[in-house]
């Protein structure tokens, strides 16, 4: 393979089931990035939240955040592109979401926000593997629709639940009642909202078009429903063994799960 990119998704993909990258993934990308092909976090992270050897030369030059909403140069500490949500739709969203009284929060300048009751609720909404990074990049705010009004455009909403059927009505409710948002879900507890225009695949083309490459030249790698730009805009998508079956239909192989290294697997075989 002619590869000048390397585009991976984190959780699910990259990161094992306790957030960590193995050092047989590490070895691989290290390897990689040593022939000159670039390595590119894509999350539904913000910046803050990506492993610190991903934000930290020599692998962390760009990073394409919060499912697209900001394509970042990481070394320079700037904004490459943004999409964002408009403050009055974001303020509307809320409110949507509040009816469902259900955990509830934000990205907004780079950081989270979210509710102090909710917060206090983390280890009651979130996965156990979340919590530590949750806690980490949330503030609490008293009112989040309150800070909203207060604020700019978002980056992202997102909403966690217990019960996983009202999961499945609120993200159907979303979408036909915001057809302007991207509805997608990075894990099997979550919805996420972006602008339409924010998503992994249209920010990748943005990052190469920036750098002059060819999608013909760009290896994706992701596991869920807000990968699934990112896989077919890639000239190669490879999804993992633990996707999703959107991410699997979009991708043009299937490599082994986040747990037995699919990212390492894949690369060594075809890469390296």
Request: aromatic share 8%; proline share 3%; glycine share 8%.
């Amino acid at each position: 393979m002619d590869i000048r990119l390397i585009a991976s998704d984190l959780d699910g993909t990259l990161l094992d089931d306790r957030k960590n990258i193995s050092e047989r993934t590490w070895k691989a990308i290290d390897s990689a990035v040593k022939k000159g092909i670039l390595f590119v976090p894509v999350t539904g992270r913000i910046p803050d939240a990506l492993p610190e050897k991903l934000r930290t030369p020599p692998i962390g030059r760009y990073a394409i955040t919060v499912n697209g909403a900001g394509v970042w140069d990481l070394a320079e500490n700037k904004v490459i592109h943004r999409a964002e949500i408009p403050k009055e739709r974001a303020i509307a969203i809320a409110h949507f979401m509040r009816r469902y009284g259900t955990m509830y929060d934000c990205y907004a300048g780079g950081r989270g926000y979210m509710e102090e009751y909710y917060y206090d609720q983390i280890g009651t909404y979130c996965l156990e593997a979340y919590r530590p990074m949750i806690r980490e990049t949330r503030t609490p705010v008293k009112d989040l629709i309150e800070f909203l009004e207060s604020g700019g455009d978002v980056q992202k909403m997102q909403m966690f639940f217990i019960d996983l059927d009202l999961r499945i009505r609120a993200m159907r409710e979303l979408q036909e009642e915001f057809p302007d948002t991207a509805v997608t879900s990075s894990i099997s507890n979550n919805i996420e909202v972006n602008i339409k225009e924010a998503n992994k695949g249209q920010a990748l083309q943005v990052l190469c078009g920036h750098l002059g490459i060819d999608m013909e030249n760009v290896l994706a790698f992701g596991d869920g429903g807000n990968d699934v730009t990112l896989l077919r805009a890639a000239g190669t998508g490879v999804a993992m063994a633990n996707g999703c079956r959107e991410a699997k239909e979009a991708a043009s192989q299937v490599t082994e799960s986040n747990e037995d290294d699919g990212v390492a697997v894949f690369l060594e075989k075809y890469v390296l």
